[in-house]
């Protein structure tokens, strides 16, 4: 916010417009209200580069949220003032400090947390001190819709080996015999399912999304039955299992074994005396000489 400084910011898996709106409507909820008007620079998913003439479907999207919208002119990047000096700053004093080993729920979390903890930034307003938290409160902003925009964002995954689909920190079954293959993940912004469908766009299963970064494993019934039947049509008991026939040890490993314990080949002679372990222990318990001649 460039009147109040306030800093809110949002993940996003891709850069498509479904996941850029997704993300606005974040921040906008994060931030507790719709503004009048929403800067960009000239991004493919708000407007036409060449020309900034904002697109039909994100001409949609601002008639939904009720907000203008300003395109930054060209080779004018840094336009946007003391945004752009608050990004500046979210980005070197948080962003670098969320490391690899954190999920995209853990990252957000942590975002989420910096973000209320700068509101409490001291400002000065006409010689009075205030913070970034009472000049946000005093924005006017406007409440946000009772729904997201119903943009439908998509995602490609990989099929587990047990069947499963991993989505925004959860997983969810499918049929069996599709292990390694490519699905698509659709979701439509503020429904509660989401649907898991092939590429050709068949659908595979439909499930209600679990909260974010839960690592909540979503099954069907169904899905547990099919499975656990193509597990099962793989075993049988007419036969014995390969994997635990006892075979006798060749002659190679056999010898093998002998040379490793220490055991004599055949032909060979080893002869065992203890007189030099007996001597060498002697040497070690006598006392050191001191090399003075004590006689008289």
């Known amino acids: ?172 079954s499918i049929g069996p015999g599709m292990a390694g293959a490519t699905v698509v993940v659709r979701h439509r912004l503020g429904s509660p399912t989401i649907d898991i469908a092939t590429a050709s766009g068949v659908v595979l299963a439909v499930h209600h999304r679990a909260p974010d970064g839960s690592g909540v494993i979503a099954r069907h019934n169904q899905h547990v039955t099919a499975l656990e039947t193509a597990v099962l049509a793989g075993f049988s008991d007419r036969a014995p299992c390969r994997s635990k026939q006892r075979r006798p040890p060749t002659a190679a490993a056999l010898a093998e074994a002998d040379r490793l314990r220490g055991r004599a080949q055949p032909g060979q002679q080893v002869v065992v005396d203890f007189a030099a372990y007996i001597t060498a222990a002697r040497a070690a318990a006598a006392p050191p000489t001191t090399g003075k001649d004590t006689t008289r």
């Open 1 to 172: 916010m460039p009147h109040s400084g306030a800093w809110r910011a949002s993940f996003a898996e891709s850069e498509d417009q479904p996941h850029l709106i997704a993300a606005l409507d974040a921040v906008v909820r994060r931030l507790g209200g719709l503004s009048r008007r929403w800067r960009f620079d000239r991004m493919a998913t708000v407007c036409h580069p060449g020309s900034g003439k904002i697109t039909a479907s994100f001409a949609q999207v601002a008639k939904f949220y009720g907000v203008g919208v300003d395109i930054c002119p060209p080779r004018h990047g840094n336009r946007k003032g003391t945004v752009e000096k608050g990004n500046h700053s979210l980005a070197q004093r948080c962003w670098r400090t969320i490391g690899d080993d954190l999920s995209p729920a853990q990252a957000q979390a942590r975002m989420d947390a910096f973000c209320v903890r700068a509101d409490g930034r001291v400002r000065r307003r006409a010689g009075v001190r205030t913070t970034v938290g009472q000049l946000l409160a005093g924005e006017g902003l406007r409440p946000a819709p009772a729904a997201m925009f119903p943009a439908v964002s998509t995602v490609t995954r990989t099929v587990s080996t047990q069947a499963l689909v991993a989505f925004a920190g959860n997983f969810y």
